[in-house]
């Protein structure tokens, strides 16, 4: 939310147009702050106050304004589900806590789209901060059977916002539940903002950094454990030995997010699957990785392989987690 608005700005592009549309779902904070700059707006005296908006909605509301007529869609766009960015830290963190069989407690941020198949590592997703408060009371409720069994995931910056008091009730009260902390450095899902843990302002300047692993420590965690989330094997290891574990643990998942990556560090060439090697199984798929697709069709002889993996090469980021998940080395 921008605050305070930039009056001068908003003032040079009113000059420029004959109308204003401003369109904001609930409450008409924009609209009033504008319209007490002295511009004229049409904004909740067409657009509703309640429900999210898409482009249907915005379509008719302003439709419904004499003044104003949008066209017709020329061509509907293929519906696809929302899916990590190719490369993506977060993927091998939850193609291995899906392996775990445990019941994985969500939050606010992009790996809430987690949830969606195959990756399938969440099962709950209540509010900012809930994951860890819903883990500590799972793992109270349920006692002995709940040993091993409960995990919370939370991202750094989340973490930072709403989960550190939960965490010292869970610490506080002795819970039985594995939190995961998903530190990929910046607050992505909202636009790379940066927070406490970063080391920097909003405004770019030097910050104090809030080390996790201190503060966790602080908090009175005992068992804490960080790990590199591309690398399965070792990712599987931690989270079967702290669920083992008695009371509560953490496993700090470091990585930087991979757009910040890509704007900072050295590019990594990109992988290709060997179509003599791949045998068709289709584990690479189930790590929902965009560019790896199926090609249908392409058989083998001695095999029993309908078609092959493949990767395109525009949008790998050369993460390497689909080479650890294929059993046949057809992916280099």
């Not at 702050?33 to 379509?59: H, L, R, S, W």
Request: with cysteine.
């Amino acid at each position: 939310m921008v605050y305070p608005l930039p009056a001068q700005l908003i003032h040079e592009f009113a000059s420029r147009v004959k109308k204003i549309y401003v369109i904001e779902e609930l409450d008409p904070y924009l609209e009033e702050q504008i319209k007490a700059m002295g511009i004229e707006v049409t904004g909740k005296d067409i657009f509703p106050y309640t429900n999210e908006f898409d482009p249907g909605i915005v379509k008719k509301a302003i439709n419904s304004d004499r003044s104003g007529t949008v066209s017709p869609y020329q061509q509907s766009l293929a519906h696809r589900p929302p899916n990590l960015c190719p490369g993506c830290p977060h993927r091998g963190l939850f193609h291995a806590l899906k392996k775990s069989k445990a019941y994985v407690h969500g939050d606010i941020g992009c790996y809430t789209l987690s949830y969606l198949k195959p990756l399938e590592g969440l099962h709950s997703c209540i509010c900012m901060g809930a994951s860890i408060g819903m883990a500590h009371g799972m793992s109270k409720a349920l006692k002995e059977k709940g040993k091993g069994k409960v995990v919370g995931v939370i991202g750094d910056s989340t973490f930072l916002h709403s989960g550190i008091t939960s965490l010292l009730n869970m610490a506080y009260n002795n819970s039985d539940a594995l939190i995961i902390i998903l530190d990929n450095s910046t607050t992505a899902m909202t636009g790379m903002q940066e927070h406490p843990g970063t080391g920097y302002t909003l405004m770019g300047k030097e910050a104090k950094k809030v080390n996790l692993n201190v503060l966790v420590s602080a908090l009175g965690i005992e068992n804490i454990r960080v790990i590199n989330p591309y690398n399965i094997k070792e990712t599987q290891i931690a989270i079967k030995d702290e669920l083992a574990s008695s009371g509560p643990s953490v496993i700090i998942s470091q990585a930087p997010c991979v757009l910040f990556k890509r704007a900072n560090l050295k590019p990594v060439p990109p992988l290709k699957i060997d179509a003599d090697k791949c045998e068709g199984c289709r584990t690479c798929l189930t790590l929902n990785c965009p560019p790896i697709a199926w090609k249908a069709g392409i058989t083998k002889e001695g095999s029993k392989r309908k078609g092959i993996a493949v990767i395109d090469e525009t949008l790998c980021n050369g993460c390497g987690l689909c080479a650890q998940v294929c059993k046949f080395g057809a992916i280099s």
